[in-house]
């Protein structure tokens, strides 16, 4: 087998550390991701179990309304 020429074994180093680099910064990225999605997940999970309940002025609010529709306001 012959010897590869330096500068050509050079570019054939690069461009594999080139895809090393833009491997590690995907799988960083997928990572990144991931975390944002179950920071995403346990956010609608909070506001899902606040929502099923109403809420004090919501509920206030609704009392007003039926106490104005009793007394003719």
């Known amino acids: 087998m012959a010897a590869m020429d330096p500068e050509a ?10 895809h090393d680099e833009a ?23 909070a506001h899902g179990g606040r ?3 109403p809420s004090p002025r919501n509920r206030a609010a609704i009392d007003l309304l039926q106490h104005l529709r009793r007394n003719g306001g």
């Open 23 to 45: 491997f590690r910064a995907l799988r960083a990225a997928g990572e990144a991701m991931n975390r944002a999605i179950e920071g995403m997940g346990a956010a609608n999970k």
């Open 51 to 53: 929502s099923r309940q």
């Open 9 to 18: 074994g050079r570019y054939v180093r690069a461009l594999l550390d080139a």
